[in-house]
């Protein structure tokens, strides 16, 4: 079993031993690391064409996430992490690469846990992932995850609606680098791309992720935790996103309108990096998660200027604002 696999367990284990929302909860006050390591080429691969990036000097924006993720599921599944890790749902995500990470770059990941904060639905923790290369911080990300519990007079946390049961893979982002906030940037953009998105896309982010959740899985699985059907991953569905953005909205690979799978498998035509590199390489990105995407699913990309959404009918499941190196 990996190391993710035996976090899940763990996690599985020792949830309904904790009680969300108890009275002097504190966080863990040291960090998960993993020492300076090469990003293995061939999983690197299979993620930039699921996601469909397209630039091979650079990782995806959102790749040294998927790299973190075991030591923060590490983290919140320890006995002195205060929240259950079943039922906790990623609401919120912000990146910021203050330069572009490379393939051939040796990262050391940190995680920690920075804020436990109330929210209106319950307590939301902050979780906090760095990027370093030779002691420099190249990266860095700040996920919000929510507890739901009775909370009464809580004021704080976002407006975001939660996504999934259980967590998913599902660092301070400098404030005069942070995107506007992505629910209000969403209203009204324009459809520029339909993605036709199979009902094995969670086993095949699962594979090359490592995030293989039940709930992303199978139908029966996903129903365990109150699903209908499996759901896509919604770090999937950011980096999908951010994709389109960075080949040029509307083509790309497997996103043609009505022709793609939005799986980097589809039909779509497909644009030149030169089109990316004028509108200047994106920095930063918050996303925030709005509902799940039943697996399978036809859903619509929409963007104008520096926001984006993802919807299926009238139901939108991602708003996103991004930065642009200028």
């Not at 091979?56 to 993720?69: D, I, Q, S």
């Not at 992505?182 to 896309?201: F, I, V």
């Amino acid at each position: 079993m990996t190391a993710l696999g035996m976090s899940l367990l763990r996690g599985a284990v020792t949830s309904p031993f904790k009680r969300a929302g108890g009275p002097g909860a504190t966080l863990p006050t040291d960090r998960e690391v993993l020492p300076a390591t090469p990003t293995a080429p061939a999983p690197l691969a299979a993620y930039r064409e699921l996601c469909g990036f397209t630039d091979p000097e650079t990782l995806p924006l959102t790749y040294p996430h998927v790299l973190g993720f075991p030591l923060a599921m590490r983290l919140m599944t320890r006995r002195s992490f205060p929240l259950p890790v079943l039922g906790l749902v990623h609401t919120w995500i912000e990146i910021t690469a203050h330069r572009p990470p490379r393939p051939q770059d040796r990262l050391e990941l940190t995680v920690y846990a920075a804020e436990l904060t109330p929210h209106r639905r319950g307590t939301e923790v902050t979780v906090v992932t760095e990027a370093r290369c030779a002691g420099e911080t190249v990266w860095e990300s700040r996920s919000g995850y929510l507890s739901r519990h009775a909370a009464s007079g809580a004021t704080g946390g976002t407006a975001a609606r939660p996504q999934g049961a259980p967590v998913r893979a599902d660092a301070p982002v400098a404030a005069e680098t942070a995107p506007p906030d992505a629910s209000a940037a969403g209203a009204g953009l324009p459809a520029l791309a339909e993605w036709r998105l199979p009902g094995d896309l969670g086993r095949r982010y699962g594979a090359v992720s490592g995030d293989r959740n039940p709930i992303h899985l199978h139908p029966l699985t996903a129903r365990l935790f109150g699903f209908p059907r499996h759901i896509a991953h919604g770090m999937w569905t950011v980096a999908r996103c951010l994709a389109e953005a960075e080949t040029g909205a509307g083509a790309g690979p497997g996103t043609g309108t009505g022709t793609g799978t939005g799986t980097g498998t589809g039909t779509g035509s497909t644009s030149t990096e030169s089109g990316a590199r004028d509108r200047g390489r994106i920095r930063s990105v918050r996303a925030e998660f709005k509902a799940p995407v039943l697996l399978p699913a036809t859903v619509t990309y929409a963007a104008a200027a520096d926001a984006f959404l993802l919807r299926g009918g009238d139901r939108v499941h991602l708003t996103g604002t991004v930065v642009r190196e200028r």
